[in-house]
């Protein structure tokens, strides 16, 4: 959705890899593994819990950034995410156990608990829906590198957001280590999942 970011990114990502190459290296380090994204949060969960990132310790996270009322792009993501989590599932019930699907709204004034539990329901049982504060929403935004901007109201008061479109594989201390394949196969995205969780 953002072409911008996928541009910055694309730039960036030679000299993460480049950083990543030490001679005393013995394994691959993931993609985003020297990579500033992410921090600490506290938002609202779809059951109205505040939780914040470390309530995730030990924990990889498959994270995106949408609102549910997204017209195109944001379901479709989110059901292919799922839908891979499900692949993965099969391949490695121990593995898939330890992802946590993550979903956190850039539509904080609509999104509410309630909307986003019938959202993140209607993907994967353990799909978690984050929204909050505006700034909080801001704060995390920022952290994750995610751009956002609710657009002008149409006459019915309804609007869109434009956003960044991007799902990041988190680690279990939080530290980013792949981008995954939001517009992949299941198959594809279960590879990226399979690949970087480790
Ligand atoms: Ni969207």
Known sequence: MNDLFRRGLALALPLVLAAGCTPAAQKVDPPLAHAS??????LTDQTGKRVSDRD???????????YTYC???CPVDVQNL?????????????LA???????????????????????????HPRMV?????????AQVAREFRIYYKAQAKDATGAYTVDHSRVAYLM???????ALVRQDGTPNEIADDLEQWAR
Not at 171 to 177: I, S
Request: overall charge positive; aromatic content about 10%.
């Open 171 to 177: 680690g279990p201390e939080g530290q980013p280590l």
């Open 56 to 66: 995730f310790t030990g924990k990889f996270r498959l994270m995106y950034f949408g």
């Open 129 to 137: 829906g984050l929204t909050g504060t505006p700034a909080e929403i």
């Open 82 to 94: 799922a839908r891979g989590l499900k692949v993965l599932e099969k391949r490695d019930a121990a």
């Open 37 to 42: 994204i992410g921090g600490p949060f506290t």
């Open 97 to 123: 156990a330890r992802i946590v699907p993550i979903f956190i709204s850039v539509d904080p004034a609509r999104d509410t608990p309630a909307v986003l539990k019938q959202f993140v329901g209607a993907f």
């Open 71 to 73: 017209p195109d792009v």
